[in-house]
């Protein structure tokens, strides 16, 4: 015969157990929930802390103004202080060395040189790793979306800039896998970063270009 009282007392012993491991898994998740300050923080300590860093990069340009897409692919060198190259896999190189910037065009023969402050102000989405480490300098963070705490939403505060906003998404050790930039005339740019590779002692030979001959120079 069934004891109908042990069989209860069993069950609300059950019920009790199951709301303590609810409640526990609650205050737990609260406990460990990401602010968009902590994601931002996370991003600013780990640049900082950087070296230097090498990535394959794969970048998609979505222009809306001409209903045309654009994908490209190619490998990214950046070194402190304010060194970068980018090479395309089409002959297109962009690079920085701390002073002076410039585009070179394989397929065009030609290197556009600008000065750094001109080159801020030509909205180079990877030129943003360079100042990663100060991010709330410049920008107003939140969370795109609470569901993915480490996808953070970016507005620029500096009145006039050329971009609208960028979205960054964020690994746990605070690097940036993605980050897509959204500019006023509804263009955005995607890029992601694959085979991360940190502090390896990039060359300084990397941030250095010698135009081929017969290159035309544009200053």
């Known amino acids: 015969m069934i004891d ?12 009790v157990a199951l709301l303590l491991l609810f409640i526990l898994y609650a205050a737990t998740r609260q406990a460990h929930a990401q602010t968009a300050q902590d994601v931002v923080a996370s991003v600013e300590n780990h640049f900082r802390d950087l070296a230097d860093l090498t990535a394959k990069v794969t970048q998609k340009n979505v222009l809306k103004s001409i209903g045309k897409t654009q994908k490209y692919e190619g490998t990214l060198f950046i070194k402190k202080p304010g060194k970068l190259r980018l090479e395309y896999s089409n002959g297109q190189l962009i690079l920085i060395d701390g002073t002076a910037a410039l585009l070179y065009s394989k397929k065009n023969e030609q290197v556009i040189k600008k000065t750094f402050t001109d080159f801020e102000h030509m909205n180079i989405p990877v030129a943003f790793l360079l100042g990663a480490a100060h991010i ?29 906003k960028m ?9 940036i896998m993605e980050l897509m930039i959204f ?27 010698k135009a081929p001959k017969g290159t035309e120079i544009i200053e």
């Not at 109908?4 to 007392?9: K, M, S």
């Not at 107003?140 to 620029?156: C, G, I, M, S, Y």
């Not at 960054?168 to 690097?175: E, N």
């Not at 509804?186 to 250095?208: A, K, L, Y």
């Open 4 to 15: 109908f009282y042990l069989v209860c007392r069993k069950f609300r012993l059950v019920a």
């Open 136 to 164: 709330r300098d410049d920008f107003d963070v939140q969370q795109a979306d609470p569901k993915t705490p480490r996808e953070l939403e970016l507005q620029p505060r500096k009145p006039g800039a050329a971009m609208k």
């Open 167 to 175: 979205r960054l998404r964020v690994d746990d050790a605070g690097r």
């Open 183 to 209: 500019d006023r005339s509804g263009n955005t740019t995607t890029i992601t970063f694959t085979d991360i590779r940190e502090s390896t002692g990039v060359d300084d030979q990397r941030f250095i270009f």
